[in-house]
């Protein structure tokens, strides 16, 4: 019976040694060629990002200098008036 | 085979294939793939995104060049009604500056140095009432400017003692008009009268002065009291006061007691000036 229970086994282990490797050659992997397209890939994300956020902070910078002009010329138009009105009378 | 030789076997086969599928590739075609798409993904969104971020740009600098525009028109608007250019406010506004740094540091000054200064103080004055007739005083930054002065001055004319006594001993050769006409004292030997008129209990003749004696000589009139200088007259000084010659009458009145005449006044009179 011990006899029987350890060629059971030792046929169980080879065919585990035999089946493994095929099992795992099933998975198929990336490329080197494929791995330099994500590479690339990720440099063109990271890229356009960057040319996005430039491009934000160039418009919260005019979105400034639009409010500063605008203030600018609500003061002087109140100058204006001011000084018309002063002159008038 | 024994037992033990299969186990150790199939130890070594699993570890050599662990290392194998490390060292050759790291990354699965499946994982590549979801990651692919996951940076095509970022980039057409961030371009996406960077068309709409530009074409908002062109929008506001657009707008920017209209508001520009309009600023340019109201400016030239204001140019016209002051008669002057953005220069000439400039000047202006930075001439007002430095009056009013001026007289934060005048502010800061003792009583006595405030004394020794109160011609400048005086010349400020004098100029800051020729800059509120420029139109360019009626621009409200100039305006608050001005008011701002005004306030600095009431408050150092409030702190500046007008009229001030100061001692000198008189020394062998002296006489009033040698002592007038020192630069410590009145730089101007017409002024005599004042010092001959401060100590009329000591001097009974001007002409007769006596070594060590202790004169007092005052510096400064009240406020609403003129010193006649040399070349005035009672039109030039209400031209000074009242910013108006004609009112020179109201000098007379106020002065009877010593204007005889009211083309005859003399340097270091001390004449009352009625408020205006």
Same mark, same amino acid.
């Given at each position: 019976?011990?006899?029987?229970?350890?060629?059971?086994?030792?046929?169980?282990?080879?065919?585990?040694?035999?089946?493994?490797?095929?099992?795992?050659?099933?998975?198929?992997?990336?490329?080197?060629e494929?791995?330099?397209?994500?590479?690339?890939?990720?440099?063109?994300?990271?890229?356009?990002?960057?040319?996005?956020?430039?491009?934000?902070?160039?418009?919260?910078?005019?979105?400034?200098?639009?409010?500063?002009?605008?203030?600018?010329?609500?003061?002087?138009?109140?100058?204006r008036?001011?000084?018309?009105?002063?002159?008038?009378? | 085979?024994?037992?033990?030789k299969?186990?150790?076997?199939?130890?070594?086969?699993? #570890?050599?294939?662990?290392?194998?599928?490390?060292?050759?590739?790291?990354?699965?075609?499946?994982?590549?793939?979801?990651?692919?798409?996951?940076?095509?993904s970022?980039?057409?969104?961030?371009r996406?995104?960077?068309?709409?971020?530009?074409? #908002?740009?062109?929008?506001?600098?657009?707008?920017?060049?209209?508001?520009?525009?309009?600023?340019?028109?109201?400016?030239?608007?204001?140019?016209?009604?002051?008669?002057? @250019?953005?220069?000439?406010?400039?000047?202006f506004l930075?001439?007002?500056?430095?009056i009013?740094?001026?007289?934060?540091g005048?502010?800061?000054?003792?009583?006595?140095?405030?004394?020794?200064?109160?011609?400048?103080? @005086?010349?400020?004055?004098?100029?800051?009432?020729?800059?509120?007739?420029?139109?360019?005083?009626?621009?409200?930054?100039?305006?608050?400017?001005?008011?701002?002065i005004?306030?600095?001055?009431?408050?150092?004319? #409030?702190?500046?003692?007008?009229?001030?006594?100061?001692?000198?001993?008189?020394?062998?050769?002296?006489?009033?008009?040698?002592?007038s006409?020192?630069?410590?004292?009145?730089?101007?030997?017409?002024?005599?009268?004042?010092?001959?008129?401060?100590?009329?209990?000591?001097?009974?003749?001007?002409?007769?002065? *006596?070594?060590?004696?202790?004169?007092?000589?005052? *510096?400064?009139?009240?406020?609403?009291?003129?010193?006649?200088?040399?070349?005035?007259?009672?039109?030039?000084?209400?031209?000074?006061v009242?910013?108006?010659?004609?009112?020179?009458?109201?000098?007379?009145?106020?002065?009877?007691?010593?204007?005889?005449?009211?083309?005859?006044?003399?340097?270091?009179?001390?004449?009352?000036?009625?408020?205006?």
């Open positions: 019976m011990t006899k029987l229970l350890k060629r059971a086994t030792g046929v169980g282990l080879a065919a585990a040694m035999i089946s493994l490797p095929l099992l795992s050659g099933c998975t198929v992997m990336a490329s080197n494929q791995l330099t397209m994500l590479e690339e890939a990720r440099k063109k994300a990271e890229s356009a990002e960057a040319d996005l956020n430039a491009c934000k902070g160039m418009r919260a910078q005019l979105e400034r200098e639009l409010s500063d002009n605008k203030a600018l010329l609500a003061k002087l138009r109140n100058d008036d001011v000084v018309q009105k002063a002159l008038s009378e | 085979m024994s037992f033990k299969i186990a150790a076997a199939l130890f070594c086969t699993l #570890a050599l294939m662990g290392g194998a599928s490390v060292s050759a590739q790291e990354m699965t075609y499946e994982e590549y793939k979801i990651k692919l798409a996951g940076y095509e970022r980039t057409a969104e961030a996406r995104a960077l068309q709409t971020c530009k074409e #908002a740009g062109e929008k506001l600098r657009t707008e920017i060049a209209g508001v520009e525009s309009e600023i340019a028109g109201v400016n030239t608007e204001i140019y016209e009604l002051l008669g002057s @250019d953005q220069s000439g406010i400039d000047g930075a001439e007002l500056d430095r009013e740094a001026r007289l934060m005048l502010l800061n000054m003792s009583e006595e140095a405030l004394f020794e200064k109160r011609d400048e103080i @005086d010349s400020i004055e004098s100029r800051v009432g020729e800059m509120k007739t420029n139109k360019k005083a009626l621009l409200p930054d100039a305006a608050k400017k001005l008011a701002n005004d306030q600095l001055l009431e408050r150092i004319k #409030a702190r500046m003692p007008r009229k001030r006594i100061k001692q000198y001993t008189v020394v062998r050769g002296d006489n009033l008009w040698s002592i006409k020192k630069p410590s004292i009145y730089s101007d030997p017409y002024l005599w009268p004042r010092i001959y008129v401060e100590n009329r209990n000591k001097i009974k003749n001007p002409d007769l002065i *006596f070594p060590n004696w202790t004169l007092n000589v005052p *510096f400064g009139v009240d406020l609403n009291q003129h010193l006649v200088l040399g070349g005035q007259s009672l039109s030039s000084i209400a031209g000074m009242y910013k108006d010659p004609t009112k020179w009458y109201r000098l007379l009145k106020a002065n009877q007691t010593q204007i005889l005449d009211a083309n005859l006044i003399f340097p270091a009179q001390v004449l009352d000036v009625p408020a205006n």
